[in-house]
């Protein structure tokens, strides 16, 4: 089993930035790739970036290219998302998530997944 533990969402202007942090623990993090996805309000759960374990090979969704990153720290048990050049359309509930599969971008081939926090941007 592995927990997932989202923190730093939170409330921003549009054009600025924000961290999100995933705190893992339980099976050896670097087991998986770690994923990061949003779901905004009536719309079906988007992926959004992923890391592999290693932190070697990264891969974005084409809307987020270029404004968000994606990192890890393995002594830390810990994966990131800096978010830059916030636009309204990036508000979501935003998940992280686990996979044992080399670095996948659907739901479904990942386990675990976090509790979700809230990212609210505003025009």
């Known amino acids: 089993q592995v927990q997932l533990v989202e923190s730093g969402g939170g409330l921003v202007q549009a054009g600025g930035s924000l961290r999100l942090s995933c705190a893992a623990s339980?099976?050896?993090?670097?087991?998986?790739?770690m994923g990061w996805f949003r779901q905004a309000p009536g719309k079906e759960r988007e992926f959004v970036a992923v890391?592999?374990?290693?932190?070697?090979?990264?891969y974005y969704v084409d809307s987020v290219k270029g404004r968000f990153t994606i990192s890890r720290d393995n002594a830390k048990n810990t994966v990131y998302l800096q978010m830059n050049s916030l636009k309204p359309e990036d508000t979501a509930v935003y998940y992280c998530?686990?996979?044992?599969?080399?670095?996948?971008?659907?739901?479904?081939?990942?386990?675990?997944w976090g509790q979700g926090t809230q990212v609210t941007v505003s025009s």
């Open positions: 339980g099976r050896t993090f670097t087991s998986y790739a």
């Open positions: 890391i592999s374990w290693s932190g070697g090979s990264t």
């Open positions: 998530a686990a996979a044992e599969m080399v670095a996948p971008i659907v739901p479904y081939e990942y386990e675990y």
